[in-house]
């Protein structure tokens, strides 16, 4: 079982930075990719970033959606056990509740909303103008 924690949300105006933390319980979570997903008010929730687990030839490697490229940067600390989520150049339309996810998977496959075998319970950004 792995549960996890969101931290970090919380108001920032647009330009602006925020970094979201998701603090995993137990042993296992190099295993796991991680990723962000987001959902805005009235919206589907939708896939932000992953990174693979580590190790091996893919570790590490990260995803994006086309709307974050350039902004966002997720990375992981497994000492930690501790994946971040650094937004810059934050825009209102980045406002909405951030949700970490984990899966013994790929973070590709992570991406595509596939291997997810546990969320957090997020945790709130709002963007203001």
């Known amino acids: 079982q792995v549960q996890l924690v969101e931290s970090g949300g919380g108001l920032v105006q647009a330009g602006g930075s925020l970094r979201l933390s998701c603090a995993a319980s137990?042993?296992?979570?190099?295993?796991?990719?991680m990723g962000w997903f987001r959902q805005a008010p009235g919206k589907e929730r939708e896939f932000v970033t992953a990174i693979s687990r580590s190790g091996g030839r893919s570790g590490g490697i990260t995803y994006y959606a086309d709307s974050v490229k350039g902004r966002f940067t997720i990375s992981r600390d497994n000492a930690k056990n501790t994946v971040y989520l650094q937004m810059n150049s934050l825009k209102p339309e980045d406002t909405a509740v951030y949700y970490c996810a984990a899966g013994p998977t790929t973070g590709q496959e992570l991406s595509q909303y596939r291997g997810i075998d546990y969320w957090g319970k997020g945790t709130l950004v709002t963007v203001s103008s």
């Open positions: 137990g042993r296992t979570f190099s295993n796991y990719a």
